[in-house]
């Protein structure tokens, strides 16, 4: 989909169509209510309202999104409601049947959060996970029982704190879809501090991309949803993107 991106908001990337595409595949959003919560110029919430959603509504921090995904939902005639703000808090009080997030997780110089335009995208902390973390704390305050959650993610935030952190909230968690890519500029720009820090090996100039889903519980067979197990087969994803588009 031809998406406006204005200056300083994130070009939906590699992570950006692998979790889409394990949405749409996956029947995750028809007939469901949709929240895309870091949205940037709302690749995802717009896949959602074209995969037939019964309501998408998209969040981000930052006004340049909100006004790009404003902006692309009319361009397509897709209706997506979009707030400013931070993670949940413009939408509490409301319940969604799927979250999606491909929230920032680049590995960063420290701790301290960016607050200005495209480093607020990708940078997640010093191990990447302070975004990822309140995602997986804060979720189930949105979430409708019966509930969705899918997020991107890079392998060197590790995915199994990921799963444990969605288990933890009282979720059925676990890996979807992995796929390896070569780096992009931002992590190249990052390689040799990734390198000392021993997240990455010497040379390491490729990243596993991870898409983690989670569901509230009380589905007994997580495999079958929609009676068809290829929808989550997650070998398929190892042969895809190999083009291996990733941060930046
Ligand atoms: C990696 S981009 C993903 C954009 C889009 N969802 C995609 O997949 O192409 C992460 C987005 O999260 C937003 N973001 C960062 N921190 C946030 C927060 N605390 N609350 C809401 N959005 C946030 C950024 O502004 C950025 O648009």
Redesign the pocket.
Known sequence: MMLLRLPG?????G??EM?TDLMCRGGFAHGRDVL??????G??ALAAARAGAATVTA????LR?VVATWLNSRLHGLPVSVRQ???FTPVTGRRFDLVV?????VPAETDV?PRHRKA???DGGSDGRA?LD?VCAEVTGVLAPRGDVLI?HSGLCDADLTVAALQTSGLDARVLARCTVPFGPVMHGRAVMLETRGLIRPGQRTEELVVVGARNRGIRNWDTRNGDTRNWDTRNWDARNGDGRG?G
Do not use: I
Request: aromatic content about 8%; some cysteine; glycine content about 8%.
């Open positions: 908001v994130y070009r939906a990337e992570d950006t979790v895309d919560v870091g949205t940037g110029s690749a995802l969040v981000d921090l930052s999104s703000g931070d993670m997030a491909n929230p920032p997780y959060l607020r995208c990708w975004v309140r991107v941060h």
